[in-house]
């Protein structure tokens, strides 16, 4: 395997296309291009076809490649989650028999130091997934302190949001905080490790600015909304997650759509004998198997969920009635206690 494709390899890779079972003259949509791993490995298992996007305009080459070896079995669309019945009615087709999606950062993206994902390396504070609308330097140089508190607890699950937003906008006061290390150094500053195999103090903050600028968890609800009354029955919908918030927005819906409360998945129906369930979920999370993680550290936290589109038309369904709420431009889970002083 040389550099290229190991830094490419999307986690759980063999587990999505199990999951997926792609058969010849079948039809499935990546709704997370990247480096195009979910596509090559089922257009190369099959003679199937592809419909790909992806909001990041950097892919647009890597797509141009597969769009020369592929010919008319794999199309490209820049675009997002929230999009994709927009692009499928664009295109013409009304349904397709699976859809993956790997929510968050990619690798490459977080090794592309201009891009601003990366605590670790030195660029521009950007974190914009799409390369458009307002930067994450654009969000901290203004934004007030409560609330720069409240996204980092609410999406990045840090106990010491407030004393880090605290001394984000204390250093705001001084000077502009422009570059990733800049902001890596201060959250640092705030909350120091206190182990040495700890995870980087800045994990949870970049994690929880990036989610809010790019309004990810909306993205997702309205993601997996279009792709279930998009899929053919016994389609399949695959969601590969690393945030524990992520997880439990796929877990709930699929909940669901299911008619059986998320915590009591051991009792999910049958598709044969529910006629109310639009989706039947595998009953858990698929986890990477140890050699991976080894391979890719990056890999330790994430989940595979999926389900099988079953011949009910899909239920409809706000976010709060899966436990969430909007905040802001997100989510926040409705069942959180008030959140106390933590400083």
């Given at each position: 395997?040389?550099?290229?494709?190991?830094?490419?390899?999307?986690?759980?890779?063999?587990?999505?296309?199990?999951?997926?079972?792609?058969?010849?003259?079948?039809?499935?949509?990546?709704?997370?291009?990247?480096?195009?791993?979910?596509?090559?490995?089922?257009?190369?298992?099959?003679?199937?076809?592809?419909?790909?996007?992806?909001?990041?305009?950097?892919?647009?080459?890597?797509?141009?490649?597969?769009?020369?070896?592929?010919?008319?079995?794999?199309?490209?669309?820049?675009?997002?989650?929230?999009?994709?019945?927009?692009?499928?009615?664009?295109?013409?087709?009304?349904?397709?028999?699976?859809?993956?999606?790997?929510?968050?950062?990619?690798?490459?993206?977080?090794?592309?130091?201009?891009?601003?994902?990366?605590?670790?390396?030195?660029?521009?504070?950007?974190?914009?997934?799409?390369?458009?609308?307002?930067?994450?330097?654009?969000?901290?140089?203004?934004?007030?302190?409560?609330?720069?508190?409240?996204?980092?607890?609410?999406?990045?699950?840090?106990?010491?949001?407030?004393?880090?937003?605290?001394?984000?906008?204390?250093?705001?006061?001084?000077?502009?905080?422009?570059?990733?290390?800049?902001?890596?150094?201060?959250?640092?500053?705030?909350?120091?490790?206190?182990?040495?195999?700890?995870?980087?103090?800045?994990?949870?903050?970049?994690?929880?600015?990036?989610?809010?600028?790019?309004?990810?968890?909306?993205?997702?609800?309205?993601?997996?909304?279009?792709?279930?009354?998009?899929?053919?029955?016994?389609?399949?919908?695959?969601?590969?997650?690393?945030?524990?918030?992520?997880?439990?927005?796929?877990?709930?819906?699929?909940?669901?759509?299911?008619?059986?409360?998320?915590?009591?998945?051991?009792?999910?129906?049958?598709?044969?004998?529910?006629?109310?369930?639009?989706?039947?979920?595998?009953?858990?999370?698929?986890?990477?198997?140890?050699?991976?993680?080894?391979?890719?550290?990056?890999?330790?936290?994430?989940?595979?969920?999926?389900?099988?589109?079953?011949?009910?038309?899909?239920?409809?369904?706000?976010?709060?009635?899966?436990?969430?709420?909007?905040f802001h431009l997100s989510l926040i889970h409705i069942s959180e206690p008030t959140r106390p002083e933590r400083i």
């Amino acid at each position: 395997m040389n550099e290229e494709t190991q830094k490419h390899t999307p986690v759980l890779l063999d587990e999505v296309i199990n999951a997926i079972n792609p058969q010849s003259g079948k039809l499935y949509f990546d709704a997370t291009f990247g480096w195009g791993g979910y596509s090559e490995k089922l257009l190369d298992t099959c003679a199937c076809k592809v419909i790909a996007i992806d909001q990041d305009p950097s892919v647009k080459s890597k797509a141009s490649e597969f769009k020369k070896k592929y010919g008319d079995r794999f199309n490209f669309i820049e675009s997002k989650f929230s999009e994709i019945t927009t692009v499928l009615k664009k295109i013409g087709i009304n349904k397709v028999d699976g859809f993956m999606f790997d929510i968050g950062v990619s690798s490459m993206q977080l090794d592309t130091s201009d891009r601003g994902f990366s605590f670790n390396k030195e660029g521009p504070l950007d974190m914009r997934m799409s390369s458009s609308g307002k930067t994450a330097a654009e969000l901290i140089s203004s934004i007030q302190e409560e609330t720069l508190a409240d996204i980092i607890y609410n999406y990045g699950d840090e106990r010491k949001s407030r004393k880090i937003a605290k001394f984000i906008i204390e250093q705001r006061s001084i000077s502009p905080i422009q570059t990733t290390l800049q902001l890596a150094n201060i959250v640092s500053k705030a909350n120091p490790k206190k182990k040495f195999n700890q995870k980087h103090p800045a994990t949870k903050t970049f994690q929880a600015i990036r989610i809010y600028l790019n309004d990810e968890f909306n993205e997702l609800f309205n993601g997996l909304a279009s792709a279930e009354k998009s899929l053919n029955e016994d389609g399949k919908l695959c969601v590969v997650t690393f945030h524990s918030t992520e997880d439990r927005i796929v877990k709930n819906y699929f909940s669901k759509s299911s008619g059986v409360d998320s915590a009591n998945y051991k009792n999910l129906p049958s598709i044969k004998n529910d006629s109310q369930a639009s989706l039947i979920p595998f009953k858990k999370a698929i986890k990477p198997l140890e050699n991976e993680i080894k391979m890719n550290t990056r890999a330790r936290s994430a989940k595979l969920r999926y389900a099988t589109k079953t011949s009910s038309i899909p239920n409809n369904f706000s976010l709060e009635d899966i436990g969430f709420k909007e905040f802001h431009l997100s989510l926040i889970h409705i069942s959180e206690p008030t959140r106390p002083e933590r400083i």
